[in-house]
């Protein structure tokens, strides 16, 4: 039996989630969660074979939580789920530690097959993304601005585009607002971009936000 942790922050996808997987005679729902941290926490006592993670959760963000799943002993495979399609998001996620990256509008057969297969060591990559992901992100030079972000440079970013502030930011990431300042003012100047409005619009046209 094939256990898997459903973090995500919308009740009703969540609640689909668990339908879905109940389905499913190899697989069953361990435990939940609706944020970042109460997903660390629930990891420390509910064993488990796959996290199914929702990439944008209040808090502490998908992204960041990648690396602390990953740090655990013995830690489970983690199968990002987002409404991002964007194959940088997907590129960035998979780099930091991720299994496989699946959208929200997955035909369910899919997500569970990428359970499966992530559960027993393997990687998946949503297939309308797999083709994107090899022009945009490996062959060509016309790559987005936010791809030379660094990893903490883009966690800032998306913050401020999801409205945060540089204290509240600060406080997230455990590091000064000094610190998120500059991360702030070098993300700026990479992206060429002179305002938070600026990187809303960013965002918007990116779909990243």
Known sequence: MIRVLVAEDHTIVREGIKQLIGLAKDLCVAGEAANGEQLMETLRHTPCEVVLLDISMPGVNGLEAIPRIRALGNP????????????????????????????????????????????????????????????????????????????????????????????????????????VSTHKARLMQKLGLSSVADLVKYAVEHKLL
Do not use: C, W
């Open 76 to 179: 489970p495979a983690v199968l990002v789920l987002s409404m991002h399609d964007e194959a940088q998001m997907a590129a960035r996620a998979l780099k930091i530690g991720a299994a496989g990256y699946a959208t929200k509008d997955s035909d369910p057969s899919l997500l569970l097959a990428a359970i499966r297969k992530v559960a027993s060591g393997g990687r998946y990559i949503d297939p309308d993304l797999a083709d994107r992901m090899v022009f945009e992100v490996g062959l060509t030079d016309s790559r987005p601005a936010h791809t030379l972000l660094s990893e903490r440079e883009f966690s800032v970013f998306e913050r401020l585009v999801r409205g945060e502030g540089v204290n509240e930011i600060a406080q997230h990431l455990a590091i000064s607002s000094k610190t």
